[in-house]
């Protein structure tokens, strides 16, 4: 039964790659924009996954993400800055006991 199934799958797919060729030599405008843009979309959600991995997925590089804090103030203007900008020193501090 298994190797019926398998042999129906192979020769299934034996006749798509032969329409698809058939396909290609009369319509290739059409085939080559199919496929460039099955590439494009699929380098895009590869580019997006691999965003969202990176900043929602995975944790923080730092032994007790938790710890670390936000520093704001309020400069003269009254407009809100990150502390270390104004500082000049641009690092990012953990909060202590």
């Known amino acids: 039964m298994y190797l019926r199934v398998t042999l129906f799958a192979l020769q299934s797919l034996a006749q798509d790659l032969k329409y698809a060729a058939r396909s290609w030599r009369l319509a ?3 085939a080559a924009t199919a496929v460039v843009t099955l590439a494009i979309r699929l380098g895009a959600n590869t580019a997006v996954f691999s965003l969202v ?3 929602l ?3 923080l590089p730092f032994p007790d993400p938790a710890r670390i804090v936000w520093f704001l ?3 003269p203007d009254g407009i ?3 502390a270390s900008d ?3 020193r641009g690092r990012v501090a ?3 006991d």
Do not use: H, K, W
């Open 28 to 30: 290739p405008g059409f």
């Open 53 to 55: 991995n990176a900043v």
């Open 57 to 59: 997925l995975r944790p």
């Open 73 to 75: 103030t309020s400069t």
């Open 80 to 82: 809100y800055a990150n």
């Open 86 to 88: 104004a500082c000049g």
């Open 94 to 96: 953990a909060a202590r």
